[in-house]
């Protein structure tokens, strides 16, 4: 087995059917993406977030052992190199509630499975050309959820 090459830019992959996983990363793969990791549940996961730093998180919302909502506020809420990773959620058949959720817990982006190649390329290029600043209040930890930038003039009243 060759060893390990780590870098600033790895992946991560949650996924619990390795196949979905395996077809993610040969996505990434195309991209040019090297440095990819699979794990296919939320244990699993957590370990790799621990052992080492990752930029770019990308979890399936169907995990069995914990809810992906669950283990992205975990993530959020861990003080280490992992805590600002972008990530991106996978659902087959999210629902408004379910994707506010996701958003709510730090979620980046979201992407309705089944998904092209390029709808998860257009969710990089998102993630890179706009990036957001990430908010760590004691309620919220995760991407300003805010996405449109709006002058409100300087004649707006707050009463």
Same mark, same amino acid.
């Given at each position: ?20 996983? %395996? @077809?993610? +990363? ?8 090297? &440095? ?12 790799? =977030?621990?052992?080492?730093? /990752? ?21 959020? !809420? ?12 996978? +659902? !087959? !058949? ?10 709510? +817990?730090?979620?980046?982006? /979201?992407?309705?499975?089944?998904? %092209?190649?390029?709808? @998860?390329? %257009?969710? =990089?290029?998102?993630?890179? +050309?706009?990036?957001?600043? /990430?908010?760590? @209040? ?7 959820? #805010? ?6 003039? &300087?004649?707006? #009243?707050?009463?």
């Amino acid at each position: 087995m060759p060893s390990e090459q780590i870098t600033k830019s790895g992946v991560l992959i949650v996924d619990p059917q390795t196949n979905m996983a %395996a @077809l993610v +990363a040969t996505m990434l793969r195309g991209f040019g993406r090297r &440095d990819i990791r699979e794990a296919n549940d939320a244990t699993q996961a957590l370990a790799e =977030l621990r052992r080492r730093p /990752f930029d770019l998180v990308i979890v399936d919302d169907a995990l069995s052992d914990m809810d992906a909502v669950d283990l992205v506020k975990r993530l959020r !809420a861990t003080a280490n190199s992992n805590r600002s990773a972008s990530v991106i959620m996978m +659902a !087959a !058949a999210p629902d408004a509630a379910r994707i506010e959720a996701a958003r709510d +817990a730090g979620v980046s982006e /979201f992407l309705r499975k089944p998904f %092209a190649a390029n709808q @998860l390329k %257009a969710r =990089l290029d998102s993630i890179k +050309a706009r990036p957001r600043a /990430f908010i760590d @209040l004691e309620s919220y930890a995760g991407p300003d959820r #805010r996405r449109r930038r709006e002058d409100v003039g &300087d004649d707006r #009243r707050c009463d």
